[in-house]
């Protein structure tokens, strides 16, 4: 038996093991969405720098991996950092769905025979994709650290992303400043779904280092501006 525990814990906890790997699997995931990024708005074709749908295996099996360790955790060591685990769970989902949403990117890039241009929003477009990029490096951050402070900021800041995300979505479906070729309007569109949606799942991730459990993937209490 005392074999068995320690093959099962090792050197480090098996929950320093599991918040370890989703730190990588983030790595992945930020890697995913700027290839993406860059084979819909920078190139006329698809081409990526590795084979994404291998990097979102690899992704879904890390996602695996965290499980394992947190089940084999509270296994073993019954209630204590029971929170912690079900918030890894919880956290992994949220970072498995980020390698998803760059995979259906590069699958409108595959669509779309040249690089997107959004024309009159391409601005407010570049801003977005920006913002998007900084945000992974925070959650990064966020989780190494853990960075309480940087998360609740994440939190504030999101409803700008997801306004500014929504604003040209509704613009397009009103005719406004709408591409004038119909692939370009509905590629665009589409995209910009999948932003807020991205932006979305870094927020969740940030609420549960800032939230009780029950609360992951909602607004703090204290919060200005609930939803």
Known sequence: MYKKFIE???????????????IRMLGSDLEMFSASKKSLRDRDNAELPFDIYEKDKEINKFEREVRRNVLTHLTISGVHNIVPGL??????????????????????????????????????????EQTILIRFDQIIKVLSGPDVELAKKMMIEHRGISFRCDKIM???????????NPSDAVVLALYLRYLKRIASHLTNIASSIVNPFPR??????DMDDPE
């Open 8 to 22: 099962l814990f090792g050197k480090e906890n098996l929950l320093d093991q599991a918040l370890d790997t989703t």
């Open 87 to 128: 918030a890894l769970v919880s956290i992994v989902i949220d970072v498995e769905r980020l390698g998803d949403f760059a995979k259906n990117i590069t699958e409108l890039a595959k669509a779309h025979p040249t690089r997107l241009d959004a024309g009159a929003y391409e601005k407010d477009l570049g801003e977005i």
């Open 170 to 180: 509704g613009d397009i479906i009103r005719g406004i400043n709408t591409p004038p």
């Open 216 to 221: 992951i993937g909602f607004r703090s209490k």
